[in-house]
Every structure is written in C-alpha cells, then in structure tokens.
Nanobody, 118 residues
Framework: QVQLVESGGAVVQAGESLRLTCAPS???????????MGWYRQAPGKQRELVATVTYDGKTNYAAAVEGRFTVSRRNADNTLWLQMNGLKPEDTAVYSC?????????WGQGTQVVVSP
C-alpha cells in the first residue's frame, strides 16, 4: 500500500553535514493519512533506536544524542520527510530508516547508510 524510500546517505568526515530524504509512494489515500513520521537508526551490533519524530501538525521529538544537531521536517502536501544532520560524529554511523504511522499500521523504508569517519 505504501512504500518509503530513503536517500541521502553517504560517507562523510566528522563535523560535516548530510540531509536525508524519505519519499513515500503508493496509495495516495494512505499517504495523505500519515500521522507521526520519524527517523530511526541502527548501528552495527546495536538495536534500532529513535532519532527524531514529527507529527502532522509539526511537533517534533529528538533523541538526546542528536538534539541540537539534527532537524526533522516534513512537507504535508506529500508527506516527504527530511532529516538535516549537522555536526556529524563517528557515533552517528548507522543505517537510517524512516517510519510512518497510517491508521493502525506502521511502514518502514529499507534504510540509507550513513558513515562518519573520524
């Protein structure tokens, strides 16, 4: 019904910036019904963790580790989701995935790899 496709991952050096994008496709009705959307990440050998979420009316929530460095935003017209990441650190290295809640279902993208070298 809905597919989420992330892009923007890359190999960067510490201190640099990246902007990730999550583009929904599929059922127009389901895309329009997206509620909270968010970014999660999973580093090698670790569990997936919350990075940031944003509600339909713009309320945001950030993990403590990224607060002040990352900014999540969305465009309600088509529910494209972004994650602006500044001041990247080696510990930010992970696969970043986007998530969207639609009614009672949660959809996930395949993820995009971010590698931050010291």
């Amino acid at each position: 019904q809905v597919q989420l496709v992330e892009s923007g991952g890359a190999v960067v050096q510490a201190g640099e910036s990246l902007r990730l994008t999550c583009a929904p496709s599929g059922s127009v009705i389901h895309i329009q019904l997206m509620e909270t959307m968010g970014w999660y990440r999973q580093a090698p050998g670790k569990q997936r963790e919350l990075v940031a979420t944003v509600t339909y009316d713009g309320k945001t929530n950030y993990a403590a580790a990224v607060e002040g460095r990352f900014t999540v935003s969305r465009r309600n017209a088509d529910n494209t989701l972004w994650l602006q990441m500044n001041g990247l650190k080696p510990e930010d290295t992970a696969v970043y995935s986007c998530n969207a809640k639609v009614l009672e279902n949660y959809y996930w993208g395949q993820g995009t790899q971010v590698v931050v070298s010291p």
